[in-house]
């Protein structure tokens, strides 16, 4: 006899609606939760890491090693909180300065380089002897 509610248009629209609400109220609300604990952990990791890349790169010219060693974090890390970096410093008038790595054999700039990492080689005389760049915030 129940299984005639759900044909009825009015009854079945209601439990349509109400079913996916309370199935995501129950175990998605304590998922969420846990998820959003873990991630705020993480974010204020995040946060913590980067706070300090901005006072390190406030204070003076700092490249993506130093970074990583006074930090502890890996080269490639140092590299994604930069571009985060970039955008974060921009809100407050401020610039992340990027200065280009540069070839020890031939002089040759990586000006126009767009990302952060360092290029293996130079396009010029393919020397492998290349200057890190280095940041700032100015
Ligand atoms: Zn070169």
Redesign the pocket.
Known sequence: MELCLFVVPGEAGKRFNKFPGRKNHLPGDSQGCMGSFLNQKKQDRVQTIRKQMIELLDKREVSAREISQTLKIREKEVYAHLSHISRSVNAQRKKLIIIPAE??????VFEKRKRFTRPS???????E??QNPVYRID
């Open positions: 070839c020890l054999e031939c002089g040759f080689r130079c396009p010029h005389c393919k020397s002897h290349i």
